[in-house]
């Protein structure tokens, strides 16, 4: 039997599942995907409110290219789906004594800003890019594509890490290159977006910031979700199967292979083979808990280190913004403190860090005439160190935020908002599965990367696969799609077998 005359069915559609769903069916896999709520993106969901659209999940594409492929893989055009819009600065940082700083592609204007706040850090920038372009070589194109099943190959990615000194973290990495804080503030906030702390996410993470450099920052017309939904449409377009509001409740097993998949509707399905975009713990714990494997690897991630949570204010206001650029870094009075707080004190600081986001002033169909969607995001402690009742504490945070906000950008913004919710770690727990309510599943620590990190493949159910952010390489959209890469070449090497 060839690998053409066997089937899969993959567990949540997000990114990651969205990806290798497209990869298998495109391969000629009968495919089934099985989403819990009613549309595809899992933390990239969106909500319409009152005319506004407002997205859950990543606001920006960084590799455009990556996600092509998916297209490309059967003689279709990405483009025929969605619009890609560039975004331009990339992100504007500020700080409470008024100082801003805008990064962007534009070589001279980014020289400028740099040498504003330092110019003895010009020569430092420089030589930090040469190493982020050695590392997105190096990591992102060569091992970001390979799996780490066994200890042998983290050996061999051994003189990488050394020669790149992946072991410093990406604060301690952007400090060798440059003396001004601001500037370091300003080139290591980004190892939050996936869930790291810039004192402990390995230095390798700068590789995005020539991704961003090579390739621009794009943002999907009509919001991130759209780029889920046309990556399920195109699953569709190959022949796949899709099922949605239909939560999976357990993965039966035969012997050490996984056989079957079971829905809160009462829908069982056979496969040949069974991958999971679902919450790591949830998977182990819940869908697998039947089984001997399960338990004994739930226990195992329960003793792993894992992301904060994330609070996220929605509000659309009256008005237009122009000088509000797309991505907005507010940082407050403290940094290494305020992290310090997240990762390792678990308490809910007074001051914060916002990154905000004002897609309207890129695309004006996100917002009714004459009015903006904004959104903005705290990283906050996971429920496992910070245990508080979210549904008291939520609307006092919620304010707090839209005060700083107010007090930096929008004076009158109360007088101004139309609608406005908020989406705390509970929401995350409640609606993802998510364990400990965490944004961005395993934290991304050198000692949880590549064999370190739970595998593509299930080291004891041999047809078991994992794909998403909690598997290797990691959270994020280049990340998750390089995962499903690598995901699916192990599936159709197996299934041809």
């Given at each position: ?46 909500w ?47 700080w409470?004594d ?24 010009l ?77 402990r ?50 993965i ?95 308490v ?44 008291q ?60 990190r ?31 890469r ?12």
């Open positions: 039997m060839s690998a053409q005359d066997k089937s899969a069915c993959i567990v949540g559609a997000g990114f990651g599942g969205l990806a290798l769903a497209v990869r298998l069916q495109a391969a000629g896999i009968a495919t089934t995907l099985v989403e819990a709520r009613d549309r595809p993106g899992g933390v990239a969901y969106a319409e409110k009152d005319g506004f659209t407002f997205d859950g999940g990543p606001t920006a594409i960084i590799d455009p290219h990556c996600l092509e492929e998916l297209w490309q893989l059967t003689g279709h055009e990405m483009a025929d789906d969605l619009e890609l819009m560039p975004v331009s600065p990339f992100c504007r940082c500020s409470p008024g100082t801003s700083f805008d990064y962007s592609d534009d070589e001279a204007s980014l020289r400028h800003e740099i040498a504003r706040i330092s110019l003895e850090d020569g430092g920038y420089d030589e930090f890019l040469a190493y982020a372009r050695k590392t997105r070589q190096e990591a992102y194109e060569s091992l970001g594509q390979t799996p780490f099943l066994t200890l042998k190959a983290m050996i061999r990615a051994a003189p990488m890490l050394v020669w790149q000194r992946g072991w410093r973290s990406l604060h301690a990495l952007v400090s060798r290159y440059m003396k001004s804080e601001k500037l370091r503030e300003a080139f290591s906030i980004q190892a939050i977006m996936f869930g790291g702390n810039p004192m996410a390995s230095g390798l993470y700068a590789l995005v910031h020539d991704l961003e450099k090579r390739n621009g920052v794009w943002w999907v017309r009509g919001g991130t979700n759209r780029l889920a939904e046309a990556m399920l449409r195109h699953f569709r377009r190959l022949g796949g199967s899709v099922r949605l509001h239909d939560p999976v409740i357990r039966h097993t035969l012997g050490n292979r996984a056989r079957e998949v079971e829905t809160q509707s009462g829908w069982r399905g056979a496969f040949d083979a069974v991958a999971s975009n679902a919450d790591l713990m949830h998977t182990y714990r819940d869908l697998l808990g039947e089984t001997r494997r399960g338990p004994r690897q739930a226990r195992r991630l329960s003793m792993r280190s894992y992301s904060p949570g994330l609070f996220m204010v929605h509000f659309g206001v009256e008005g237009s913004w122009p000088g509000i650029p797309h991505h907005s870094v507010l940082f407050g009075p403290r940094y290494r403190g305020l992290f310090d707080d997240i990762f390792t004190h678990g809910l600081p007074r001051d914060f860090v916002i990154h905000l986001h004002h897609p309207t002033v890129t695309d004006p169909s996100v917002a009714p005439a004459g009015k903006s969607t904004f959104r903005a995001l705290v990283p906050v402690a996971h429920m496992g160190k910070l245990a508080i009742d979210w549904e504490v939520g609307p006092m945070l919620e304010k707090r935020i839209l005060d700083e906000v107010g007090r930096r950008l929008i004076p009158d913004i109360h007088d101004r908002i139309v609608t406005s919710f908020h989406y705390a770690p509970r929401d995350f727990a409640m609606d993802l599965n998510a364990y400990l309510g965490s944004a961005f599943s395993l934290e991304p620590r050198l000692t949880q990367s590549g064999w370190l739970p595998h593509n493949r299930d080291a004891a159910i041999p047809n078991f696969y994992l794909v998403g952010a909690g598997t290797h390489p990691g959270a994020g959209i280049p990340a998750v799609i390089a995962g499903a690598v995901t699916a070449q192990l599936m159709l090497d197996d299934m041809a077998r």
